[in-house]
């Protein structure tokens, strides 16, 4: 080939698309690269110091809200009996539900054709914000103008541990990190003397996905949540052994300490020495949470207003014990209230008999929380969160295909109603808006990850830089997927 021939082919060769992409190969994988390693420097896992790893940290911007009471109704009320009021819903009463809401649909255990469920109790404006709520709240009525609802919450899931674990630790599967964990390994605590995670159960039993819900997951350790107890010790194993004074008690964990410092001398582990400071935290804990715990501190007007049943596990007892627990700086606390699963299969589980039973043990307590919160200043710095893990379908269940004694509904992912109140938030506000008979939401879809977002941002704290290195992949609360601040919420 002569060179001029070579030429015009080296040429016409350099103008194709096949070699441009080619050699441009070399030149994307270096924005990529430079794109990663920009993303990393922009979220840095946080430095940790194992002698006092609950040490207070400061989040990404400074925030109003310092302290979380997270309310969760384990089981999951129904929007459609208490927030979501539809009057189409209750003059369709009865009907057989259209085809296009259970055509391709799964559902927990509506089979056939179900009847659509108007409300079961009469609704009311209350408040300024001529809030519509249930006639089962009667005491909630009074503070609707404190709180902002959002009435468009979505999940993935549809079945109670994997809706619980999503909801509470951003992914359906075992092994995730909580909020809680998260938040105390972002900020750590304002106390201490006492975990910056603390979580009390009422209702006779835990979640249905268990203790896994307040879990650290791939977290260090020390920031799962801690049990608390109504009866016996607050925390397990917080009492001395019988013939162990606190004298000798004290002298047993400097014995152990020495012990384990010299082990971390030899070996270097990190985990040894933060082991130290958690001895040491529990021998602390031995004064500061019987202190806490003790609601016989509190006056008689107190429990009056909040319904409290001494010696008993009670939700009242909880909603008060939260109040006592963020007052002394403790950062996220987790109340979970077991008994809210209304299909009506039982007497207990039914909406017009159990779910009563179920409104009339929250209405006082968490009406009494939010006003003690704001009477003694906290609420300016703490923000109250209730939900279920999903909500209730339009429809009356029909287990089996046929229609049952008691009244309930079916599991449902696509819209239900949850409230924030307090630091941050916008007070009386309604967030999203669902469809006459309250199957999906016509506008301001929000996600689990969407929430979690913003109740990171509410504390200071960026849910894209908030990460911790596990299994090749820098973890967040949020995940993967495009979750956004909800800025409809905030105050």
Known sequence: MQPAQQYVRDTLQAQTRRTFLGKGMAGL??????????????????????????????????????????????GSPSQLELFDYKPELERLDGKDCP???????????????PQLLGPVFPFHQAGESGTWVSDRLPNFESVVDNVCFVHSMQTEQFNHAPAQLLLHTGDQRLGYASVGSWVTYGLGSENQNLPGYMVLVSGGKTPSAGKSVWGSGFL????????????????????????????????????ISR??????????????????????????MQMAATDAMDINQESTHTHAAYGIESGKESFANNCLLARRLVERGVRYVQLYDWGWDSHGAAEGEALNAGFIRKCQQIDKPMTALL????????????????????????????????KMRYIGRDHHPHAFTIWLAGAGVKSGAHIGQTDPIGYSPTSTPIQVRDLHATLLHLMGLNHEKLIFPYQGLNQRLTGVKPARVVKEMLA
Not at 44 to 71: C, F, M, T
Not at 373 to 385: A, I, K, S
Request: hydrophobic residues 35%.
């Open 220 to 255: 260090p350790g020390v920031f799962q949540g801690v049990q608390c107890r109504s009866q016996g010790d607050p925390v397990l194993f917080l009492s001395n052994p019988d013939g162990i004074d606190r004298e000798l008690r004290g002298r047993m964990i400097e014995a």
């Open 259 to 284: 012990i384990n410092q010299s082990a971390y001398q030899e070996v270097g582990d990190p985990e040894t020495v933060t082991r130290i400071s958690q001895y040491e935290m529990a021998y602390r």
């Open 99 to 113: 085809q296009e809401f259970i055509e391709g649909q799964r559902f927990a255990f509506i089979q056939g054709t």
């Open 29 to 74: 994988g270096s924005l990529w690269l430079a794109g990663q390693l920009a993303q990393e420097a922009s979220a840095e896992k946080i430095q940790i110091d194992p002698a006092n790893p609950g040490r207070p940290r400061s989040g990404h911007w400074d925030a109003k809200v310092k302290r979380v009471i997270y309310l969760h109704m384990a």
């Open 371 to 402: 006003k003690d919160l704001e009477q003694r200043g906290l609420l300016d710095e703490t923000l109250v969160v209730w939900s279920g893990e999903f909500g209730r379908t339009p429809m009356r269940e029909n287990r089996g295909g046929r």
